[in-house]
C-alpha cells in the first residue's frame, strides 16, 4: 500500500537559514501529496498540496514539488523564522481511499533567534 | 469559527477505567476520523466515518469503539484502558467527497496510570 518515509528529526536552524525537510513515497499511480503542520499545542493544519506529477504546492513561503521521478516531495522554505518551529509532516492517502490519509513520522523543527 | 471542537483536552485514567473523548465538528463533513499519535510514529488512523450510522476500522482500532450516530459527533470509547492507550488522540473531518482538506481538533492528551 501507500506509504511515505520522512526525515528524521529533530532539526535545529537559525533564524534566516535555508529549511529542507526530505519526503519519499510509495504509492500506487499518482496521488495527491500534502504537508501539514502541527505548531505546539494544536492541532495539524493543512500547509501545502500537490494534486499531480510536477505540481508545485507552496504556502507562507514553503514550497514543495511533487517528482514522480525521485518518487519524493521534499518540504523548503528560504529563510525560516522563529514562527516556523512546528512539527512538519508529510502525507498521502491510503492505498484505495480518497480520504484516509497515511502519514510520516513528523519532523520536529526549532528556529533559534 | 468552531471548526472541529474535542474535549477533554487532557485526562488522566486508571487501567481499567473506561471513558468516551467527545468530538464535533460543525462544518456538516461527511468524513471523520480518530487519530492517535506517538513519538516516532507520526498518526495512527483508529476509526472513521463515511457519514452519520456508517463507522469502519482504521490500522489500530483494538480497545476502542466509535459510534456516529448525528453528522456532528463523533465520540471516541475506551472500553478498559491500559497504559499503552497513552497517547495523544486526535479528531479530524473533511468534506465527503473525493480528498478534501483535513481539519483537525486540538488534541486529547490522555495518560493512562
Known amino acids: 500500500g501507500n506509504s511515505v518515509t520522512q526525515m528524521e528529526g529533530p532539526v535545529t536552524l537559525s533564524e534566516e537559514a535555508f529549511l529542507t525537510i526530505n519526503c519519499t513515497y510509495t504509492?500506487?499511480?499518482?496521488?495527491?501529496l500534502f504537508w501539514y503542520v502541527q505548531y505546539p499545542g494544536e492541532g495539524l493544519q493543512l500547509l501545502l498540496k500537490a494534486t499531480k506529477a510536477d505540481d508545485k504546492g507552496s504556502n507562507k513561503g514553503f514550497e514543495a514539488t511533487y517528482r514522480k521521478e525521485t518518487t519524493s516531495f521534499h518540504l523548503e522554505k528560504g529563510s525560516v523564522q522563529v514562527s516556523d518551529s512546528a512539527v512538519y509532516f508529510c502525507?498521502?492517502?491510503?492505498?484505495?481511499?480518497?480520504?484516509?490519509?497515511?502519514f510520516g513520522s513528523g519532523t520536529q523543527l526549532t528556529v533559534l533567534p | 469559527n468552531a471548526g472541529v471542537t474535542q474535549t477533554p483536552k487532557f485526562q488522566v485514567l486508571k487501567t481499567g477505567q473506561s471513558m468516551t473523548l467527545q468530538c464535533a465538528q460543525d462544518m456538516n463533513h461527511e468524513y471523520m476520523s480518530w487519530y492517535r499519535q506517538d513519538p516516532g510514529m507520526g498518526l495512527r488512523l483508529i476509526h472513521y466515518s463515511v457519514g452519520a450510522g456508517i463507522t469502519d476500522q482504521g490500522e489500530v482500532p483494538n480497545g476502542y469503539n466509535v459510534s456516529r450516530s448525528t453528522t456532528e459527533d463523533f465520540p471516541l470509547r475506551l472500553l478498559s484502558a491500559a497504559p499503552s492507550q497513552t497517547s495523544v488522540y486526535f479528531c479530524?473531518?473533511?468534506?465527503?467527497?473525493?480528498?478534501?482538506?483535513?481539519?483537525f481538533g486540538q488534541g486529547t492528551r490522555l495518560t493512562v496510570v
Open positions: 502525507a498521502l492517502p491510503v492505498s484505495g481511499s480518497a480520504r484516509q490519509l497515511t
Open positions: 479530524a473531518s473533511s468534506y465527503g467527497r473525493g480528498y478534501a482538506e483535513a481539519f
Open positions: 504509492a500506487t499511480g499518482y496521488p495527491s
